[in-house]
Protein backbone atom coordinates (compact mmCIF):
# COMPACT_ATOMS: atom_id res chain seq x y z
CA UNK A 1 0.00 0.00 0.00
CA UNK A 2 1.37 3.64 -1.30
CA UNK A 3 2.32 5.51 2.23
CA UNK A 4 0.19 8.71 0.43
CA UNK A 5 -3.02 6.28 0.79
CA UNK A 6 -4.60 6.06 4.55
CA UNK A 7 -4.96 2.06 5.95
CA UNK A 8 -8.91 1.72 5.98
CA UNK A 9 -9.98 1.47 9.55
CA UNK A 10 -11.11 -1.82 9.75
CA UNK A 11 -13.55 -3.19 12.94
CA UNK A 12 -12.96 -6.90 13.51
CA UNK A 13 -16.22 -8.62 14.50
CA UNK A 14 -15.28 -11.25 16.06
CA UNK A 15 -18.66 -13.73 16.43
CA UNK A 16 -19.75 -15.81 19.52
CA UNK A 17 -18.72 -18.70 18.24
CA UNK A 18 -15.26 -18.05 17.28
CA UNK A 19 -14.53 -16.22 21.02
CA UNK A 20 -16.02 -19.34 22.60
CA UNK A 21 -15.20 -21.70 20.80
CA UNK A 22 -12.28 -21.45 17.72
CA UNK A 23 -10.24 -17.64 19.00
CA UNK A 24 -7.09 -19.18 16.72
CA UNK A 25 -10.23 -18.11 13.57
CA UNK A 26 -9.98 -14.41 15.30
CA UNK A 27 -6.51 -14.41 15.52
CA UNK A 28 -6.26 -15.81 11.86
CA UNK A 29 -8.65 -13.24 10.64
CA UNK A 30 -6.67 -10.18 11.91
CA UNK A 31 -3.28 -11.54 10.37
CA UNK A 32 -4.94 -11.34 7.04
CA UNK A 33 -6.24 -8.67 7.65
CA UNK A 34 -2.99 -6.44 9.06
CA UNK A 35 -0.90 -8.04 6.27
CA UNK A 36 -3.79 -6.50 3.54
CA UNK A 37 -2.56 -3.32 5.15
CA UNK A 38 -5.63 -2.77 7.02
CA UNK A 39 -5.63 -0.70 10.71
CA UNK A 40 -7.75 -3.53 12.78
CA UNK A 41 -9.42 -2.04 15.64
CA UNK A 42 -11.36 -4.93 17.92
CA UNK A 43 -14.21 -2.73 20.07
CA UNK A 44 -14.96 -4.31 23.33
CA UNK A 45 -18.13 -3.47 23.60
CA UNK A 46 -19.15 -5.99 20.82
CA UNK A 47 -21.34 -8.63 21.91
CA UNK A 48 -23.53 -11.27 19.68
CA UNK A 49 -24.85 -9.74 16.66
CA UNK A 50 -28.48 -10.84 17.59
CA UNK A 51 -29.35 -13.94 14.76
CA UNK A 52 -30.49 -15.93 17.32
CA UNK A 53 -33.22 -13.66 19.00
CA UNK A 54 -33.83 -12.38 15.80
CA UNK A 55 -34.86 -16.33 14.01
CA UNK A 56 -36.57 -16.59 17.48
CA UNK A 57 -39.31 -13.91 16.90
CA UNK A 58 -38.11 -11.60 19.65
CA UNK A 59 -37.75 -7.91 17.68
CA UNK A 60 -37.06 -5.57 20.51
CA UNK A 61 -34.40 -7.95 21.94
CA UNK A 62 -32.71 -7.87 18.50
CA UNK A 63 -33.45 -4.11 17.98
CA UNK A 64 -31.48 -3.60 21.49
CA UNK A 65 -28.63 -5.62 20.58
CA UNK A 66 -28.40 -3.52 16.98
CA UNK A 67 -28.17 -0.68 18.32
CA UNK A 68 -25.18 -1.43 20.56
CA UNK A 69 -23.53 -2.87 17.67
CA UNK A 70 -24.21 0.09 15.51
CA UNK A 71 -22.22 2.25 18.21
CA UNK A 72 -19.31 0.01 19.04
CA UNK A 73 -18.11 0.51 15.85
CA UNK A 74 -19.19 3.77 15.26
CA UNK A 75 -16.25 5.69 12.73
CA UNK A 76 -15.01 2.64 11.07
CA UNK A 77 -14.34 2.58 7.52
CA UNK A 78 -15.29 -1.30 7.01
CA UNK A 79 -16.57 -3.72 9.65
CA UNK A 80 -15.26 -7.68 8.72
CA UNK A 81 -16.76 -10.72 9.74
CA UNK A 82 -14.90 -14.24 9.45
CA UNK A 83 -18.82 -15.41 8.99
CA UNK A 84 -21.55 -15.35 6.23
CA UNK A 85 -24.12 -16.04 8.85
CA UNK A 86 -23.58 -12.91 11.22
CA UNK A 87 -21.98 -10.58 8.05
CA UNK A 88 -25.46 -11.54 6.11
CA UNK A 89 -27.29 -10.35 10.04
CA UNK A 90 -25.21 -7.14 10.58
CA UNK A 91 -25.71 -6.37 6.42
CA UNK A 92 -29.37 -7.46 5.63
CA UNK A 93 -31.20 -7.45 8.32
CA UNK A 94 -30.17 -4.70 10.30
CA UNK A 95 -31.74 -2.58 8.22
CA UNK A 96 -34.94 -4.32 8.17
CA UNK A 97 -34.94 -4.08 11.92
CA UNK A 98 -35.52 -0.41 11.94
CA UNK A 99 -37.76 0.30 8.86
CA UNK A 100 -40.42 1.88 10.95
CA UNK A 101 -37.65 4.55 12.48
CA UNK A 102 -36.29 6.76 10.51
CA UNK A 103 -33.30 7.93 12.94
CA UNK A 104 -31.74 4.37 12.95
CA UNK A 105 -32.86 3.17 9.77
CA UNK A 106 -30.31 5.70 8.50
CA UNK A 107 -28.10 4.20 10.39
CA UNK A 108 -28.35 0.88 10.56
CA UNK A 109 -28.30 0.95 6.62
CA UNK A 110 -25.45 3.32 6.57
CA UNK A 111 -23.67 0.87 9.10
CA UNK A 112 -24.97 -2.63 7.11
CA UNK A 113 -23.15 -1.33 3.79
CA UNK A 114 -19.75 -1.10 5.49
CA UNK A 115 -20.29 -5.21 6.43
CA UNK A 116 -18.90 -7.55 4.79
CA UNK A 117 -17.62 -11.19 5.28
CA UNK A 118 -13.97 -11.68 5.01
CA UNK A 119 -13.41 -13.46 1.84
CA UNK A 120 -15.41 -10.96 0.34
CA UNK A 121 -14.00 -8.32 1.99
CA UNK A 122 -10.37 -9.29 0.73
CA UNK A 123 -11.15 -9.95 -2.85
CA UNK A 124 -13.97 -7.79 -3.68
CA UNK A 125 -13.13 -4.63 -1.40
CA UNK A 126 -9.17 -4.91 -1.07
CA UNK A 127 -8.80 -7.14 -4.80
CA UNK A 128 -6.04 -9.13 -2.61
CA UNK A 129 -6.84 -12.57 -3.76
CA UNK A 130 -3.27 -13.29 -3.05
CA UNK A 131 -2.90 -12.59 0.31
CA UNK A 132 -2.10 -16.21 1.17
CA UNK A 133 0.71 -16.22 -1.40
CA UNK A 134 2.13 -13.21 0.07
CA UNK A 135 1.63 -14.57 3.64
CA UNK A 136 3.66 -17.76 2.17
CA UNK A 137 0.59 -19.80 3.65
CA UNK A 138 0.66 -23.78 2.80
CA UNK A 139 -1.57 -26.62 3.26
CA UNK A 140 -0.30 -30.23 2.45
CA UNK A 141 -3.34 -31.78 1.10
CA UNK A 142 -6.92 -32.04 -0.25
CA UNK A 143 -9.53 -30.01 0.15
CA UNK A 144 -13.43 -29.44 -0.36
CA UNK A 145 -14.83 -26.09 0.58
CA UNK A 146 -18.75 -25.62 2.20
CA UNK A 147 -21.17 -22.94 0.90
CA UNK A 148 -22.52 -21.88 4.34
CA UNK A 149 -26.30 -20.80 3.05
CA UNK A 150 -26.10 -17.12 4.46
CA UNK A 151 -23.00 -15.99 3.06
CA UNK A 152 -24.43 -17.90 -0.08
CA UNK A 153 -27.63 -16.58 -0.78
CA UNK A 154 -27.53 -13.93 1.24
CA UNK A 155 -24.27 -12.06 0.55
CA UNK A 156 -22.91 -13.98 -2.48
CA UNK A 157 -19.87 -15.58 -1.56
CA UNK A 158 -19.17 -18.28 -3.49
CA UNK A 159 -15.86 -17.56 -5.71
CA UNK A 160 -14.11 -15.68 -3.39
CA UNK A 161 -12.81 -18.32 -1.08
CA UNK A 162 -11.55 -20.86 -4.00
CA UNK A 163 -9.61 -17.59 -5.22
CA UNK A 164 -8.08 -16.99 -2.18
CA UNK A 165 -7.38 -20.83 -1.43
CA UNK A 166 -5.49 -21.10 -5.40
CA UNK A 167 -2.98 -19.20 -3.03
CA UNK A 168 -1.96 -21.46 -0.75
CA UNK A 169 0.89 -24.00 -1.06
CA UNK A 170 0.71 -27.75 -1.70
CA UNK A 171 -3.34 -27.76 -1.58
CA UNK A 172 -5.37 -29.26 -4.15
CA UNK A 173 -8.94 -28.23 -3.87
CA UNK A 174 -11.47 -31.39 -4.90
CA UNK A 175 -15.32 -29.76 -5.14
CA UNK A 176 -18.19 -31.76 -3.49
CA UNK A 177 -21.33 -32.29 -5.48
CA UNK A 178 -24.37 -30.57 -3.89
CA UNK A 179 -21.67 -28.39 -2.10
CA UNK A 180 -24.18 -25.82 -1.89
CA UNK A 181 -26.82 -27.38 -0.06
CA UNK A 182 -27.69 -26.89 3.63
CA UNK A 183 -25.23 -28.46 6.20
CA UNK A 184 -28.60 -28.97 8.62
CA UNK A 185 -27.03 -26.39 11.21
CA UNK A 186 -29.32 -23.47 10.82
CA UNK A 187 -29.00 -21.39 13.80
CA UNK A 188 -32.42 -22.84 15.80
CA UNK A 189 -33.10 -24.78 13.01
CA UNK A 190 -30.74 -27.87 14.42
CA UNK A 191 -32.34 -27.58 17.85
CA UNK A 192 -36.43 -27.27 16.93
CA UNK A 193 -35.60 -30.15 14.24
CA UNK A 194 -32.93 -32.20 15.43
CA UNK A 195 -33.23 -35.33 13.50
CA UNK A 196 -34.38 -33.40 9.98
CA UNK A 197 -30.35 -31.65 10.89
CA UNK A 198 -28.81 -35.00 11.76
CA UNK A 199 -29.85 -36.47 8.24
CA UNK A 200 -28.79 -33.81 6.64
CA UNK A 201 -25.20 -32.97 8.09
CA UNK A 202 -24.54 -37.02 7.55
CA UNK A 203 -25.75 -36.14 4.13
CA UNK A 204 -23.22 -33.36 3.42
CA UNK A 205 -20.36 -35.60 5.17
CA UNK A 206 -20.79 -38.63 3.11
CA UNK A 207 -20.61 -36.04 -0.04
CA UNK A 208 -17.47 -34.35 1.61
CA UNK A 209 -15.63 -37.88 2.01
CA UNK A 210 -16.93 -39.37 -1.69
CA UNK A 211 -14.66 -35.96 -2.73
CA UNK A 212 -11.52 -37.64 -1.99
CA UNK A 213 -10.76 -34.40 0.25
CA UNK A 214 -8.86 -35.27 3.39
CA UNK A 215 -9.47 -31.83 4.65
CA UNK A 216 -12.88 -29.94 5.28
CA UNK A 217 -13.03 -25.94 4.90
CA UNK A 218 -15.79 -23.51 5.41
CA UNK A 219 -16.09 -19.70 6.25
CA UNK A 220 -18.83 -20.25 9.04
CA UNK A 221 -17.95 -21.64 12.40
CA UNK A 222 -22.13 -22.83 12.69
CA UNK A 223 -21.38 -24.84 9.94
CA UNK A 224 -18.63 -26.02 11.00
CA UNK A 225 -18.66 -27.23 14.69
CA UNK A 226 -22.00 -29.01 13.21
CA UNK A 227 -19.82 -30.78 10.51
CA UNK A 228 -17.19 -31.27 12.92
CA UNK A 229 -19.50 -33.03 15.54
CA UNK A 230 -21.15 -35.76 13.38
CA UNK A 231 -17.65 -36.38 11.69
CA UNK A 232 -16.47 -37.28 15.23
CA UNK A 233 -19.73 -39.39 16.03
CA UNK A 234 -18.73 -41.47 13.30
CA UNK A 235 -14.90 -41.61 14.07
CA UNK A 236 -14.21 -40.14 10.46
CA UNK A 237 -10.62 -38.96 10.50
CA UNK A 238 -11.29 -36.08 8.26
CA UNK A 239 -9.84 -32.28 9.87
CA UNK A 240 -12.34 -29.56 9.79
CA UNK A 241 -10.63 -25.75 9.98
CA UNK A 242 -11.75 -22.74 9.06
CA UNK A 243 -10.27 -21.01 5.83
CA UNK A 244 -8.77 -17.69 7.66
CA UNK A 245 -6.99 -20.39 9.47
CA UNK A 246 -5.72 -22.04 6.43
CA UNK A 247 -5.05 -18.63 4.68
CA UNK A 248 -3.22 -17.16 7.26
CA UNK A 249 -0.97 -20.23 7.45
CA UNK A 250 -2.39 -20.90 11.38
CA UNK A 251 -3.34 -24.38 11.18
CA UNK A 252 -0.62 -25.55 13.99
CA UNK A 253 -3.56 -26.37 16.33
CA UNK A 254 -5.80 -28.82 17.05
CA UNK A 255 -8.51 -29.35 13.74
CA UNK A 256 -12.18 -28.34 15.02
CA UNK A 257 -13.76 -30.74 16.45
CA UNK A 258 -10.66 -32.47 16.92
CA UNK A 259 -10.55 -32.26 20.69
CA UNK A 260 -14.38 -34.08 20.98
CA UNK A 261 -12.99 -36.68 18.60
CA UNK A 262 -10.26 -37.64 21.46
CA UNK A 263 -12.51 -37.23 24.74
Given at each position: ?21 R ?7 L??L ?11 A?T ?8 S ?5 T ?19 P ?19 P ?9 G ?12 V ?46 T?A ?5 E ?17 E ?17 L ?20 A ?7 E ?18
Amino acid sequence: MSASVAAPRVGLFVTCLVDLHRPNVGFATLRLLEAAGCTVIVPEAQTCCGQPAFNSGDVRSTRAIARRTIEAFDGLDHVVVPSGSCAGMLHEHYPLLFADDPVWATRASEFGARCHELTSFLVDVLGRDDIARELGASYKGTVTYHDSCAGLRELGVKAQPRALLAGVAETTLAEMEDTEVCCGFGGTFCVKFADISERMADDKIALALQSGADTLIGGDMGCLLNLSGRLSRHEHAMRVYHVAEVLAGMVDVPAIGERLSKG
